[in-house]
């Protein structure tokens, strides 16, 4: 198990951008996919993006827009998000597990760590 905690949110105008980062405790962070999630007021809590290892993969929604990447000596996990837009205002969760194989896990059941989640707001 991993205890997670994620940072970076806040307000920002429509076309800006925020970097979020998921520090990891343990020192076999590495060895975890990470993927990140969001849920807006009323709605569903939605993949956004994950890593594992060199593989990446996207929503469609945020693709040419956000960006993951992790640096494992830092135990961090970022999503740098550009062009922001208001419908990307939500709770962002990160959420990791033990690797089984490359592929990235897109629903949130497949994930068993979770942080406490930031809030992106994004004005219009």
């Known amino acids: 198990q991993v205890q997670l905690v994620e940072s970076g949110g806040g ?5 800006g951008s925020l970097r979020l980062s998921c520090e990891a405790s343990g020192r076999t962070f590495s060895s975890y996919l990470v993927g990140w999630f969001r849920q807006a007021p009323g709605k569903e809590r939605e993949f956004v993006a994950g890593i594992n290892r060199g593989n990446t993969y996207y929503t469609d929604s945020v693709k040419g827009r956000f960006t993951v990447s992790r640096d494992n000596a830092k135990n961090t996990v970022y999503l740098q ?5 208001p419908e990307d205002t939500a709770v962002y969760y990160c959420a990791a597990r033990v690797r089984v194989d490359t592929a990235v896990i897109t ?7 979770w942080g406490q989640g930031t809030q992106v707001t994004v004005s219009s």
Not at 11 to 15: D, H, M, R, S, T
Not at 81 to 85: A, K, R, V
Not at 107 to 112: A, I, L, R
């Open 11 to 15: 307000l920002v105008q429509a076309g």
């Open 81 to 85: 998000m550009n062009s922001l837009e």
């Open 107 to 113: 629903v949130k059941e497949g994930y068993n760590n």
